[in-house]
């Protein structure tokens, strides 16, 4: 069982940036690849970044390559997200998520086993 909580969340100017994190329980947290997630009101969740457990290897939704950086530091079970030159489409409530499947990438929500209960972004125009 892994619990995860995010951070860092709030209301930012167009342009600005923002740094989530998400920290971990247990002691295994090198064992699972780590994704972020956002949902926009009356949208569905979708995909933003991943990163294998050992770190390393990253995948980005095409909307935000070049602007969001994943990271992690397995010492601190955290996983972090920083978001750079944010718009305004970017507000939303942005999730982390474990897999258990260390090597995979998964975009999809299904492939990840365990949620962090959201933090919110507003990007102002």
């Known amino acids: 069982q892994v619990q995860l909580v995010e951070s860092g969340g709030g209301l930012v100017q167009a342009g600005g940036s923002l740094r989530l994190s998400c920290a971990a329980s247990g002691r295994t947290f090198s064992s699972y690849a780590m994704g972020w997630f956002r949902q926009a009101p009356g949208k569905e969740r979708e995909f933003v970044a991943a990163m294998r457990g050992s770190g390393g290897s990253t995948y980005y939704a095409d909307s935000v390559k070049g602007r969001f950086t994943i990271s992690r530091d397995n010492a601190k079970n955290t996983v972090y997200l920083q978001m750079n030159s944010l718009k305004p489409e970017g507000t939303a409530v942005y999730y982390c998520?474990?897999?258990?499947?260390?090597?995979?990438?998964?975009?999809?929500?299904?492939?990840?086993?365990?949620w962090g209960q959201g933090t919110q972004v507003t990007v102002s125009s």
């Open positions: 998520a474990a897999d258990r499947s260390r090597l995979r990438l998964g975009v999809r929500s299904y492939e990840y086993d365990y």
